[in-house]
Structures are given as structure tokens and as C-alpha cells.
């Protein structure tokens, strides 16, 4: 799996919100973005899957290629594309339906009917989310009742459940608590054996927890990007330094 940006800018009718950003993310590797509020991250984030395409004035220039095929072509199918890279929001938003219902629907969407296939992939997505042992018994209870530690979760599997080879996560653990906040990291570890993950993060610690490789945005350019442990310690540029010793952000 492969997949990068190149020269891409991104513009909320005549605000540039990119400008001109390469990045490559590596197989089965965490990537963090970081940076001020404001900085370009979240919107480069939803590039990756066209999420962007829902604001009306919205316009990108240069490309995103996966696997070869430039994401922004006019002959891709844009939903066939968010199967392949999947989006985990920042505040959980599982449906108004069961727990099982949650999962299931993408595939349903896909136009999967077999029942036994649908039950074997509901689970093993639970499983992979770190959630199954705490639902198993509740399937058919509504997911608005699990703790939001738990929503985020269940977001974590029905995204899953699609196959996707991108995971992309939009401040995953910022409206849950430390024990919660906790076992997505964990989950996030455990995911990078099958997916390459791109997480935005407005906690530091958490980037150099739960990353390979970090990015470092400010006003919409990308800064800095390496190895995490380098960019935490020995970062090559001085507004990278900045950041991350608390100068500025």
C-alpha cells in the first residue's frame, strides 16, 4: 500500500488553507500530524479520503495517489474510496441503532446479505477494536448506551469491518478520558500490523506514544516530517523545535 500528496493545496473559496504538501505514509506504519489549531492538519487529513468534497467551495490542486490512482480523479468512486480509507471522527458518532447494526452497516451497504458472513465479520471487527469481550452479550442493545470510550470503539470496528487499508483519525481519544484514552492507543498499536494509520493529535505525548513517523504543520505548509523519536529530540528546523518545547501552539 502506497500513498502520498504531492504539491497539494487545498483552498476554502479564496483562503489557501494548504500549501503545495508532499508526504508519503508507509505500510503499516502510525504517521501523527501535529500543529496549532488552526494549522491545516484536520483539512489535510480529510483530503486523504475526500471528505472535503462536502464543503461547496472548497477546491484542491496537485495529487493524491494511492496505489497508484490519483485519489481526485473524475472517474473514481468516491464511495469505493472511503471503503479503502476509512475515518474515525474525533467525538464518537456511532448510528441510532444496535451495536451490531453499527458494524454490519457499511457491509450491508456494499450489499452483503449473507447473514452468517455478516455475524463472522461483525465480530472479528469487534475483536480487532478491542471490544467484542465487552459486548458480546448486548449485540442487540442500542450503541448509544455503551460509555463513550466504548463508542469510539465500536466507530473503530465499523470502520474496520469494510477492510479498509487506510485508517484515518481525527483526534480519536479527544473527548474521551485517560483509562479510555488509553486503550485507543493501545488499539491504535495493535491496528498497525494491518493498516497504515494517519492520526491528528493535538497532544504531543500522544503523538510520541503512538507513532512512527510525525508531521509538523503550521499555517498550512508542512513544516518537518521524520522519524518520531528524531522529531522529538533532535528536530531539524527551528519552528518544529518551537512546538514541540511548548514556545508557541
Known amino acids: 500500500m502506497k500513498m502520498y500528496s504531492k504539491d497539494l493545496n487545498f483552498y476554502y473559496g479564496d483562503f489557501q488553507a494548504l500549501h503545495g504538501v508532499n508526504l508519503e505514509f508507509a505500510k503499516n506504519q502510525v504517521t501523527a500530524l501535529i500543529g496549532p489549531s488552526g494549522c491545516g492538519k484536520s483539512t489535510y487529513l480529510r483530503c486523504l479520503n475526500r471528505m472535503n468534497d462536502l464543503i461547496p467551495i472548497s477546491r484542491v490542486e496537485g495529487v493524491i495517489m ?44 456494499n450489499g452483503v446479505k449473507d447473514k452468517t458472513y455478516l455475524a463472522d465479520k461483525v465480530e472479528e471487527s469487534l475483536r480487532h477494536a478491542a471490544l467484542w469481550e465487552e459486548v458480546k452479550d448486548r449485540l442487540h442493545s442500542s450503541a448509544l448506551g455503551l460509555s463513550g470510550g466504548q463508542q469510539q470503539r465500536l466507530c473503530i470496528a465499523r470502520a474496520l469491518a469494510v477492510e479498509p487499508e487506510v485508517l484515518l483519525m481525527d483526534e480519536p481519544a479527544s473527548a474521551l478520558d485517560p483509562i479510555a484514552t ?7 498499536h495493535s491496528l498497525k500490523k494491518n493498516y497504515t494509520i494517519i492520526i491528528v493529535t493535538h497532544s504531543m505525548q500522544q503523538a510520541a506514544r503512538v507513532s512512527d513517523v510525525t508531521a509538523f504543520f503550521y499555517m498550512g505548509r508542512l513544516i518537518e516530517v521524520g522519524d518520531t523519536e528524531r522529531m522529538f529530540t533532535r528536530p531539524g528546523n527551528k519552528q518544529t523545535e518551537d512546538y514541540i518545547t511548548g514556545r508557541f501552539g
Do not use: C, H, W
Not at 481526485?72 to 441510532?96: A, C, I, T
Not at 488509553?182 to 491504535?188: G, R
Open 182 to 188: 488509553q486503550k485507543i492507543e493501545e488499539l491504535i
Open 66 to 109: 494511492l496505489e497508484g490512482m490519483n485519489i481526485y480523479d473524475s472517474k473514481v468512486d468516491v464511495v469505493e474510496l472511503r471503503r479503502r480509507v476509512g475515518m474515525v471522527f474525533q467525538k464518537p458518532n456511532p448510528f441510532p441503532k444496535t451495536i451490531f447494526e453499527n458494524v454490519a452497516y457499511g457491509l450491508r451497504v
